[in-house]
């Protein structure tokens, strides 16, 4: 990285970063796996871009440690994760803005570290903003917030809420209630960084920016909708978490559920956070109760024998469902979700099924239909791919019709490196005040009452081999229908393309 690169990064920042308030962001659970693989790499990549104000991180958790031995631990975080390009300046500027003080020192070192890091900023740190970051675990949420307002830290601040938002009703209840002692609703960000990721927010963009499609996004046009979430990965080192989840709650209630919500929603009066979040809010009312019978709930061979896990144990590590909005856009459309551990790969889509026409005019032997419907299918990597499959004439004689597709990918438009990663995005929306990808108390809520039904009345785990995309049931739940995944016809490769 040479040095007018960073000349570069103060005139950007002096455009970009200089709008925001200043902020002092205190980072809860700084030394823990999140903040290292995603929230000190996400903070460097936005400083190096120029998309921060004037800042200083204080990190804190239960360990004692010294300032430099913060930075030294920040530093083996961003050379493991960051992916960029590092230029020694470039890290000297970010490394003087980070300190650290222990949560076992009490809510008055605390208050005293960060009214220290506000001066630092300039004046008597009454202009500068706090940004309450809790990467803690569920169970430390009620001590960490009691701390802050023990030190007297929640004026002019803002605080970001790790999942799991709750494990039922009574527990979000619970803790919105908590959070709404200390904090006004505009104040909390719930985050859930699937929404951060390019592709989600491209499903706006490519709805209600084009009159292509917009017209045709409802029942009469469209059979069934997939959102599919599988991951090749197995449980590691969070068999204790996961023993008291399940694939249920880890995933489908704050990740999948959310984007559900950005495919369904109506058209906002405008793409301000609170049109979008009423949107987003009436489908999840819209939501009818789930149904036991259409969910399947899968266990990979060799769980059980995970130390940690009980050898009885009916902790699902794959879910698959059906639900239905009832409302007049979607009624009828069915929606089927899937995400698992030990899965077949981890491509991640949400697949849109346009129904067939009402007659055919081709030859018993044309093809037509053999290959599934047309489908608009959206890549939820940070490719940001998408496809439109149809049918075609096949070149030559006769009447022979196959399945092509048109597909887009974020690289052919030379901008791919301009993309934020989803942590990154968020961060920022947050320092700016917007909420639109974000999740709210009432949708919070909404999601575990509909989903009070399976929590109380699990259908039994069903065995699936490691590798495989579940249990044999999964079929039978979308029968008639396929499941999207795996593809029969791969993504095009930037060579092909």
């Not at 980072?27 to 290292?36: E, N, Q, R, S, V």
């Not at 979430?229 to 996961?242: C, K, N, Q």
């Not at 050898?311 to 979607?330: F, G, H, K, Y």
């Not at 006769?398 to 974020?410: C, I, N, T, Y």
Request: glycine residues 8%; hydrophobic residues 40%.
């Amino acid at each position: 990285m040479t040095e007018v690169v960073d000349r570069n990064e103060t005139t950007a920042s002096a455009t970009a970063g200089s709008q925001i308030d200043p902020y002092v962001i205190i980072l809860f659970g700084a030394t823990g796996d999140l903040a290292a693989r995603k929230l000190l790499p996400g903070l460097l990549h936005l400083t190096t871009l120029g998309m921060m104000p004037e800042f200083r991180i204080v990190g804190s958790s239960t360990r004692q440690m010294s300032d430099e031995d913060f930075r030294h631990l920040a530093r083996h975080a961003c050379d493991q994760f960051y992916t960029g390009k590092l230029s020694l300046l470039q890290w000297a500027n970010f490394e003087k803005r980070l300190s650290f003080v222990s949560t076992s020192d009490g809510a008055q070192a605390l208050a005293d570290h960060v009214g220290q890091a506000e001066k630092t900023i300039g004046g008597n740190g009454n202009g500068v903003r706090r940004l309450h970051y809790l990467s803690v675990p569920p169970a430390a949420d009620e001590s960490v917030i009691q701390m802050l307002a023990d030190a007297k830290l929640i004026e002019r601040s803002r605080i970001v809420m790790e999942k799991p938002f709750g494990t039922d009703l009574p527990s979000a209840v619970a803790l919105n209630d908590m959070l709404h002692r200390y904090f006004d609703e505009d104040q909390i960000y719930r985050i859930d960084h699937f929404l951060g990721k390019e592709a989600v927010q491209n499903i706006l963009a490519f709805r209600f920016g084009n009159g292509l499609f917009e017209p045709i996004w409802n029942r009469d046009h469209i059979d069934n909708v997939q959102i599919d979430v599988p991951e090749t990965l197995g449980v590691d080192d969070r068999v204790a978490f996961y023993e008291a989840t399940g694939a249920f709650k880890d995933m489908v209630v704050t990740h999948l559920f959310q984007i559900l919500g950005f495919v369904a929603m109506e058209p906002p009066t405008s793409l301000a956070p609170d049109p979008i979040a009423d949107e987003k809010d009436k489908v999840f009312r819209s939501l009818r109760p789930l149904d036991v019978t259409q969910v399947v709930r899968g266990q990979y061979d060799g769980y059980r024998d995970i130390p940690g896990v009980a050898p009885d144990s009916d902790t699902e590590t794959m879910v698959a469902l059906q639900c239905e909005i009832d409302n007049w856009r979607w009624a009828g459309v069915p929606f089927f979700l899937r995400t698992g551990k030990e899965m077949g790969s981890g491509e991640r889509i949400i697949s849109i099924a346009f129904r067939a026409p009402p007659k055919s005019m081709f030859p018993d032997d044309s093809g037509f239909g053999t290959q599934g419907p047309d489908h608009l299918t959206f890549d939820l990597a940070d490719s940001s791919k998408l496809s439109l499959s149809f049918y075609g004439k096949r070149p030559g004689p006769g009447m022979k019709l196959e399945k092509l597709s048109l597909q887009f990918a974020l690289h052919e438009t030379g901008q791919d490196s301009d993309v934020l990663e989803a942590y990154e995005r968020l961060i920022h929306d947050v320092m700016i005040g917007d909420h639109t990808l974000f999740n709210t108390a009432e949708g919070i809520e909404r999601l575990w009452e509909v989903s009070t039904p399976l929590l109380e009345n699990p259908p039994p785990v069903q065995p699936y081999a490691k590798g495989a995309w579940g249990p044999a049931a999964i079929g039978d739940l979308i029968t008639p229908r396929t499941w999207r995944l795996p593809f029969e016809r791969r993504w095009r490769s930037s060579r092909s393309a």
